[in-house]
């Protein structure tokens, strides 16, 4: 069955940098689009960030553009997320998704707090 398990959050200053990844198993990884997604306490789930099955078309929020870096190793079967300049409106679970076959498959999420 589809898994999805991300990992890398933490407390972390603002301007500080977080590198999350999320390993998926259960599916032919490099055939698909994987994204991120992340939701802020009492706020809807919003796009962060997509990447091509093979890594070539790369697109983002606005507001994450030229901060954060989505990649992905399809030997290894995981996406990543590099997150630069990281404010504290960035303060949020982040979660790995798949739409695999019409449905949306998500991980467990990874907090990320931006705090002094």
């Known amino acids: 069955q589809v898994q999805l398990v991300e990992s890398g959050g933490g407390l972390v200053q603002p301007g500080g940098s977080l590198r999350l990844s999320c390993a998926a198993s259960?599916?032919?990884?490099?055939?698909?689009?994987m994204n991120w997604y992340r939701q802020a306490p009492g706020k809807e789930r919003e796009l962060v960030a997509t990447?091509?099955?093979?890594?070539?078309?790369?697109r983002y929020a606005d507001s994450m553009k030229g901060r954060f870096t989505i990649s992905r190793d399809n030997v290894r079967s995981t996406v990543y997320l590099q997150m630069n300049s990281l404010k504290p409106e960035g303060t949020a679970v982040y979660y790995c998704?798949?739409?695999?076959?019409?449905?949306?498959?998500w991980g467990q999420g990874t907090q990320v707090t931006v705090s002094s």
């Open positions: 998704n798949l739409r695999y076959y019409g449905k949306d498959y």
């Open positions: 259960g599916f032919t990884f490099s055939a698909y689009v």
């Open positions: 990447i091509s099955s093979f890594g070539g078309d790369t």
